[in-house]
């Protein structure tokens, strides 16, 4: 799967957009981006996840760039419980045993 | 939805003891489920993918006669943790994988196991 790169954190404003990027410059072509999240001492929760198009769900929205570079997760109004470490990674949706490699993720502080 | 639930959510042990953890898929079945271990600070290591009625894959480095998994039914897999020591201690996190046309990863809330 391919690797990508987080900023180690990131704070945000409460109400604010959470604008948070990831590159995953070496992605291929059947790889997915999936976004997780988990809050202190918790297991992660799934957030989204796309392929190529732009993907928005009741959690947040997934921006993808035509080359499928990288991507920004957009928390639209930011609140004190999505304080949490975001995880983004590339995998391939079927086979490869459906691994997830996490990595360190984003430690996204939503402050008042 | 897709709820995953793990029990219990904290155990203490003492050292050389056996620890069991379950892992249950409440709304979906999961034919693949996959135990990780978190250190603090650390992020989620994948330690083997349990697949229902076959024995499980272990991640390199991890002793498969020392972290016994059995993925009994579709909605179900265990974690014992066997002669378990202080180097255990760790909070363990249980995901199912939700088919047909997801294939997306649910994940527990994990069990905090301290080893005395």
């Known amino acids: 799967d391919a690797k990508t790169t987080q900023p180690p954190s990131m704070d945000c404003a409460e109400g604010r957009a959470a604008n948070l990027p990831c590159n995953h410059s070496?992605?291929?072509?059947?790889?997915?981006v999936y976004w997780y999240r988990q809050i202190h001492s918790q297991g992660p929760q799934y957030i989204i996840h796309?392929?190529?198009n732009n993907e928005t769900n009741e959690m947040a929205s997934l921006i993808i760039t035509e080359d499928r570079k990288s991507s920004t997760l957009i928390l639209p109004h930011a609140t004190l419980r999505d304080t949490a470490v975001y995880y983004c990674i590339v995998r391939v949706r079927t086979g490869g045993g459906n691994k997830l490699t996490f990595g360190t993720g984003t430690q996204l502080k939503v402050e008042l | 939805g897709a709820v995953v639930s793990q029990h219990p959510s904290r155990v203490i042990c003492k050292s050389g003891t056996s620890v069991k953890i379950e892992c249950r898929s409440l709304?979906?079945?999961?034919?693949?489920m996959f135990w990780y271990r978190q250190f603090p600070k650390q992020s989620l290591m994948l330690m083997a993918t349990s697949n229902e009625g076959s024995k499980a894959t272990y991640e390199q480095g991890v002793e498969k006669d020392k972290f016994l998994i059995n993925h009994a039914s579709l909605t179900l897999s265990t974690l014992t943790v066997t002669s378990a020591h202080p180097e255990d201690s760790s909070f363990y996190i249980c995901?199912?994988?939700?088919?047909?046309?997801?294939?997306?990863?649910?994940f527990g809330p994990g069990t905090r196991l301290t080893v005395l």
């Open positions: 070496t992605i291929s072509g059947n790889e997915y």
């Open positions: 709304d979906f079945q999961a034919t693949t």
């Open positions: 796309g392929l190529k």
């Open positions: 995901s199912a994988l939700k088919g047909g046309g997801t294939d997306t990863q649910y």
